[in-house]
């Protein structure tokens, strides 16, 4: 079974913004921040960063993505 944060992660990764990320989960966008430093706390990697105000993902998201979609 997969971590209910996972999801998060994986929606935050198709919308590529945490309010609307919130909004979809129904949660707060802390909620949604607290999800993704959980999981790279746990993993140990940063899993997206900003470029300026651009929200970008890192090749450890496309990695962490990539193998939850395999599992779904």
């Known amino acids: 079974m997969l971590d209910y944060r996972i999801d998060t992660f994986m929606v935050l990764c ?3 913004n ?21 999981l790279e706390n746990h993993y140990g990697v940063r899993l997206f960063t900003y470029d300026g105000r651009r929200l970008t993902r890192t090749k450890h998201a496309e990695a ?3 193998a939850c979609f395999l599992l779904l």
């Open 14 to 16: 198709r919308e590529m």
């Open 64 to 66: 962490l993505a990539s």
């Open 18 to 38: 945490y309010r609307k990320t919130a909004e979809i989960l129904r949660m707060t966008q802390p909620g949604v921040t607290q999800h993704i430093h959980f």
